[in-house]
């Protein structure tokens, strides 16, 4: 299991650094997926969610410039990315930055100054705290130790795996988390599996928790991509 279930895509087309900085990657606790073009990454998007994007500026098919111009426009648009490229002028890490990158690494990376850089943008933007850590998004209020949720004050009865879920989406509250990664990080079951039993928890969950916009929040599916839990 990755380190709090959190996912890193990397966009990178040179597969010698692609897999020395996955093999960072998950030697720091991280999924990886990787995405060796533009058209690629946009394709997987809609089954495989991403917590962070490493965006290479140079694509066989594409710029880093464009690819996060179509992110930043569409449903999944504060998807975190840092920059990861060798294009070191001063003008193009501001043009990275000012294009809504939230970092720039220039290549050849440092394995430790990029891990940190990743912790540090994950941890802004998802939160890096432990998942049996207590969480308050008022009116809701998670106990992670006791596996317990309430919503001003009162406890909601949940199974097990419907604490899980709702712990689990939470945590990523604003984020797109596609039905897969739902398989994968809250039932330990390969994608390949029906969602179905995704779908169906879901439907209880914004039940039990009022997540329809009763109380300022709402757990919506995103066509094609999952579902996303935000304040409303």
Do not use: C
């Not at 398989?183 to 330990?188: E, F, K, R």
Request: charged fraction near 30%.
């Amino acid at each position: 299991m990755s380190k709090l279930g959190l996912v890193v895509g990397l966009l990178e087309d040179d597969q010698d650094m692609a897999a020395l900085v996955a093999n960072w990657l998950e030697e720091a606790g991280y999924a990886v997926r990787v995405f060796r073009s533009a058209g690629e990454f946009r394709r997987r998007q809609g089954g495989e969610a991403v917590d962070l994007l490493l965006l290479d500026w140079m694509l066989p098919d594409s710029t880093g410039i464009e690819v996060i111009a179509t992110i930043r426009s569409s449903a999944n648009g504060n998807l975190p990315v840092i920059f990861l490229t060798a294009r070191d002028a001063e003008d193009d890490m501001v043009q990275g930055l000012a294009s809504g990158g939230d970092d720039y690494v220039v290549k050849p990376p440092k394995q430790r100054e990029l891990i940190a850089r990743v912790s540090a943008v994950l941890r802004r933007h998802v939160g890096d705290s432990d998942a049996g850590e207590s969480l308050d998004l008022q009116p809701y209020s998670i106990d992670g130790k006791r596996r317990r949720i309430s919503v001003d004050g009162r406890e909601i009865e949940l199974t097990q795996r419907e604490f899980d879920l709702a712990n689990f989406l939470f945590r990523r509250h604003g984020r797109i988390i596609s039905r897969d990664a739902l398989l994968h990080n809250v039932w330990n079951l390969s994608a390949a599996v029906s969602t179905r039993t995704v779908d169906t928890h879901i439907s209880r969950l914004r039940k039990k928790l009022d997540l329809s916009g009763e109380n300022g929040w709402r757990l919506t599916a995103i066509y094609q991509h999952g579902y996303r839990l935000e304040q409303t």
